[in-house]
C-alpha cells in the first residue's frame, strides 16, 4: 500500500481500510469515466438526464484524480453499510443514478437499485456496465417503482440505505412502512440525512427552499400529481418516531462532519475531532447524521412477491 493511503487510512480497522482503499480506486475510474463528454451518449434515456449526471457528480468525479473531504464524508456515511456480511441483500432505495449501489455490489453485497424514473436505472446499468469491464461481474438487481410504495423485492432483503433520500419523499410514514415491509424480523434500516439543527444546514435549505417543504409535482410517466418532500429534513428525534411507528427501533446514530477536514484523509483535524466527540456539539455542529435502525418486534411481517411470506395488511389508501 502506498505511503499516500496509509495515511488516509488512519483510525480504521482492517476491514474498514480495504473498505476504503477500494473505495479510492473506484473513485479514481469514474474521475476518469467522466472525463469522456461522451460517457452516457449511447443510454436509452431522456436527453435531460444525460445532461444533469454531469452537473449531478461535478465535485464527486469531474475534480482532479483522487479523493477528497467530500469522498471521505461519503464513504463514512456507508460504514454501516459495509459492516454487514458479506453477501448481505442491500436495497438501495431512490439511490438515483446508483453509485452507491455499483461501489456495494463491487465489495460483495447482493443489490438492488430501486428508482422511479426508468432513465435513472437505465444511466446505472451504463455505469455499472463500465465498472463490470474493469472490476468483474456485479450483482445488481434493477427496480422500477411506483408512487404507491407498493413494488417489493421477490426475494427476502437484509437491509435498506435511504441516502439522502427520504427527505424528498412523502409522506414519510409510507416510506418507512414499506421499507419495514421488505425487511425480515432482525433487518436493518440504514438513514443518511443531513443533521436538521446545524444552522448551516438550515441555511442552505432555506436558501433552496423557503419556508415551503412540500410541494406538488405531476409525474412524468402517469401524468398525475402527487406531494413530495422540498429538501423536507428533519430532527433526529422526528425521524426516530417516524420509524419506531413502523416497527424499527434505533440501534445507532453517527454524527459526521464534514467541515475543515483536511482533504481526503481520515486523520481527523481538531474540529472534527473536538465535534463529533462532544455530544452536545455534534448534535448542533455536524453536518450529517447517519442512522442505523433494527427492525424489531413490532415491525409488519416482511411480504415478498414470490408469496413466500404471510401478505401484510394493506398500508395505504388507493
Known sequence: MSQHLIAHTVGLDSDQMDHFIAYSRFVEFFCRQFKNPNLVDGVDCRQSYKDYIFKYFRK????????????????????????LPAGSRVVDYGGGYGIDTIYLASRGFRMSLLEIPPHHLAICRHLASRYNEAAGPLDIEYLLGDRTYGTMPDHPVDAVLLNEVAHHLEPPEKLFAHCARMLGPVG???????????????????RVRGFQTVGEIRDELTGKSYVYGKEHIRSRGRWTRLATAAGFHLA???????YFQPSGSFRPGLFRTVVESIPGLRSVLASHVSYSFICGAPCTEPQYADGRAAAAAPMFAS
Do not use: C, M
Open 60 to 83: 464527486a468525479f469531474t475534480v482532479p484524480d483522487g479523493l477528497t473531504s467530500r469522498h471521505v464524508k461519503s464513504f463514512r456515511r456507508l460504514l454501516p453499510v459495509l459492516a
Open 188 to 206: 436493518r434500516l440504514f438513514l443518511l440525512e443531513p443533521n436538521s439543527w446545524n444552522v448551516l444546514t438550515q441555511a442552505y435549505f432555506f
Open 252 to 258: 445507532q446514530a453517527n454524527y459526521i462532519s464534514s
